[in-house]
């Protein structure tokens, strides 16, 4: 129903007599705004005022919209053109007074009266004395109806313009931008579809009036029953479309773009089983270049009114996850692919388990800490820290406090009640758990239900590979020296640094300080070389070789099997091949950092793969022929493959050799959030640094 429409209802509505609430509540019914039927009310009013005021001057008696006993003219909105008398004083001296015949002047209570006591035969004969009429009479009263309709005509117009142009500028103030680019959308739809098309597949409108309402077209149609009939045939149109697409093949079928604004999931908190899934990802999420050989999977997309701050990828390459800040509030939350986490005054240690079935992470709400295991709220705390999962994944244990009482807290279950707890570590195989506690200003380590001895302090608590050692470094009377099974090194120095086990648990390396020179010492043997600064002891696969960092005055080195390398200004811990023929670390020349490979079966060879800002987490494959590591360049973050960079992300995490010839990755690009499979190309070479030596 359009404004007009409008108008002429209620005009008609209200001269039956129906109340201004019957018709506001059925006019709801329909679609209308209350505001706007309000609006129409008093326009109808003014209307009706402005036509009163035109047809008294016109030499009219009577009140447009009142219900009247004579015969009615539509056209004329309730104006009365001939008269008719009824019985009964009451009803005679009523539509005395409605009479507007302009011939004829108005009759007197006292002449209605007389008429009513009439006989009526002698009222019979007065009818047929009257009706004839002179022909002048007849043409005055048509030219005052042509008057009158082209009164009500001109002021109707005037104020429909009026009335349309008030609620259009009242839908316009209240309309978003979004709704207000649907509109214009839709619009246009509307323009080019047939007319034929528009009348046969008309669907009922549901915004229509009730049956008294006249069904005219009008040239311009009101907004909502134009949206109403843009939004049946954009549906059409939509159907057409995905039957379309869903012929094409699969080369052909659009990039897969989900709804950036459509409000995120949340995570699914898992009742019968303490795991998280995921669903396979759709064929449109799979964005594949078969010339560069890279498979890119869209894991997520988060909403562009959230910020990412850090992501990491599940090891399956099948879960992504996030903390992201919420624009509008400043509050963080944690997406798991697309299924978004509560909002919290903050997030942190956000991390996957090492078989990807978890994600945990430490949140903050009202000064109060808390952690949330697979969207799993747990007990709140004053303060938590050291987070950590055990190697089979099963187990998730941090640090807690709540006043002066601090407790280990291991899936959810709170264990002991400590002055201090420190350093929790799980054995390789998960059935051990170790740490350190404080008792009395002094400290030992527990391990299950077994005490140490008490010392003036202790760290470095490790496992050997086979869980069947345990070693740490203990200090007393400021001398520090290695317990293993809690039994004490006959060897105390000034320093010791954290142990290492060979692969088979039956050697210990450690870094340790005598007069002021740090050296190794294996199972108790000293090394006679002497350094500046040693640290980073490693065994080889085979349990003989044996690397280790060194300082000498202002340059690092990496010493393997005794031998000296290349020096550098930084040397990172070195890694050795699973074969056991390669290593690699990290290394620095001139603030720019890169990774260094050694081929131990010529160990005065090194090549280097850089330079960047900065690289981390560099691997060697099995068989030794590849090396990767990730980068990091200004803002860009890459993966480097054997000196190949891939392209440029935001963020890159969970770097593995995967099938047989490919890398895999996550990635984050903008707001999405991917697992990505790259074919491994050939070493290239790539040029030496300023000032860097030529390899040896």
């Known amino acids: 129903m359009t404004t007009p429409q409008l108008i002429e209802y209620l005009t008609k509505q209200l001269g039956h007599g129906k109340s201004k609430s019957e018709l506001t509540e059925t006019l709801i019914k329909t679609g209308w705004i209350e505001g706007d039927i309000r609006e129409g009310f008093d326009l109808v009013e003014k209307n009706k005022k402005e036509l009163n005021d035109m047809l008294a001057k016109s030499g009219f008696v009577g009140s447009l919209g009142q219900s009247q006993a004579g015969t009615r003219d539509d056209s004329m909105s309730g104006l009365v053109k001939e008269e008719k008398i009824t019985d009964g004083p009451g009803v005679g001296e009523k539509k005395a007074e409605a009479v507007i015949s302009p011939n004829q002047e108005t009759k007197t209570k006292e002449e209605v009266g007389a008429l009513g006591d009439r006989s009526p035969e002698d009222k019979k004969t007065e009818k047929i004395a009257a009706e004839p009429e002179t022909e002048k009479e007849n043409k005055t009263e048509i030219v005052f109806q042509q008057e009158i309709k082209k009164a009500i005509k001109e002021v109707g117009n005037v104020f429909q313009q009026e009335i349309k142009k008030a609620i259009d500028e009242v839908e316009k103030s209240h309309a978003s931008k979004d709704n207000i680019e649907k509109k214009d959308e839709q619009a246009q739809v509307a323009d080019e579809v047939p007319a034929e098309k528009e009348q046969s597949e008309q669907k009922p409108d549901k915004t229509s009036a009730p049956e008294e309402v006249p069904k005219e077209k009008e040239e311009k149609i009101e907004k909502k029953y134009e949206q109403t009939q843009v939004a049946d045939e954009s549906d059409e149109k939509k159907e057409e479309k995905d039957e379309e697409e869903s012929k094409l093949s699969e080369k052909e079928k659009p990039e897969h773009k989900p709804d950036k604004t459509s409000p995120p999931e949340e995570i699914s908190k898992e009742k019968e089983e303490n795991v998280i899934s995921a669903k396979k990802p759709y064929k449109q999420d799979i964005i594949e270049n078969k010339e560069e050989g890279i498979t890119m999977i869209r894991l997520a997309v988060i909403p562009d009114d959230y910020a990412i701050e850090n992501m990491r990828v599940s090891v399956d390459g099948l879960k992504a996850a996030c903390v992201a800040r919420h624009k509008p509030t400043n509050k963080k939350c944690v997406f798991l692919n697309e299924s978004r986490g509560e909002l919290y005054d903050s997030v942190d240690s956000l991390c996957f388990s090492p078989d990807g079935s978890k994600l945990a992470y430490i949140a903050r709400r009202d000064w ?329």
Not at 536 to 560: I, R
Not at 660 to 668: N, V
Request: charged share 30%; aromatic share 14%; hydrophobic share 35%.
């Open 368 to 696: 109060k800490n808390f952690a949330v295991i697979n969207g799993k709220t747990e007990k709140e705390y004053d303060f938590i820290s050291v987070r950590v999962f055990s190697p089979d994944s099963q187990k998730f244990l941090y640090i807690a406090k709540s006043g002066m009482k601090t407790v280990i807290v291991i899936n959810g279950a709170e264990e002991g009640s400590f002055d201090f707890v420190g350093f929790p570590v799980f054995s390789f195989d998960s059935q051990k758990l170790a740490y350190l506690e404080r008792r009395n200003n002094k400290y030992l380590v527990k391990m299950n239900r077994e005490e140490g001895k008490l010392y003036d302090y202790v760290e470095s608590i490790s496992f050997s590979p086979d869980s069947q050692k345990l070693t740490y470094v203990a200090e007393e009377l400021n001398m520090k020296f290695i317990v293993v099974n809690n039994k004490e090194g006959s060897r105390k120095y000034d320093y010791v640094g954290p142990p290492a086990f060979s692969p088979d648990g039956k050697k210990i390396a450690y870094a340790a300080e005598k007069e002021e020179k740090r050296f190794i010492v294996i199972n108790d043997q000293e090394d006679a070389e002497k350094f500046d600064n040693v640290a980073s002891p490693v065994f080889g696969p085979d349990n003989e070789s044996f690397a280790y960092t060194a300082k000498q005055g202002d340059e690092e080195l990496v010493v393997v099997n005794g031998q000296t390398g290349r020096k550098y200004d930084y040397v990172g811990s070195p890694l050795f091949s699973p074969d056991g023929k390669y290593l690699i670390h990290v290394s620095k020349i001139n603030d720019k950092e890169m990774v260094s490979t050694r081929d131990l079966r010529f160990l005065s060879f090194s090549k280097e793969s850089g330079p960047y800002d900065n690289v981390y987490s560099p691997i060697i494959s099995s068989n030794g022929q590849d090396t990767a590591f990730m980068a990091k360049q200004g803002w860009r973050h890459v993966v480097v493959v054997n000196n190949n960079e891939s392209k440029p992300y935001d963020a890159v995490d969970a770097f593995k050799f995967g099938e047989k010839g490919y890398a895999e990755y996550g990635a984050m690009k903008g707001n999405e959030l991917f697992w990505v499979r790259e074919k491994i190309k050939k070493n290239i070479e790539k040029q030496q640094l300023p000032g860097q030596q030529p390899n040896n």
